[in-house]
């Protein structure tokens, strides 16, 4: 799909990546525990889907080191 779909401007770069690499029953159980109130923060993104936001770091280093 293009990014026009997801509400993104035409002539805009756009690069959608689906990636799941976690426990998504240990994460779900977890935000639970947490409370509907509780704000997801990166501690938590870090706990229980790591490999996840490790490659979406790693990702930003190469796109930086990219567009330098």
Do not use: K
Not at 28 to 49: K, M, N, P, Q, V
Not at 53 to 62: F, I, K, P
């Amino acid at each position: 799909m293009p990014g026009t779909v997801f509400g993104r401007d035409d002539g805009e770069f756009t690069l959608r990546i689906a990636y799941v690499n976690f426990d998504g029953a240990r994460a779900l159980a977890a935000s639970e525990a947490a409370g509907i109130e509780t704000r997801l923060d990166d501690h938590f993104l870090r706990t229980y889907c790591h490999n996840v936001t490790q490659g979406v770091y790693r990702l930003c280093e190469w796109f930086q080191a990219l567009v330098s």
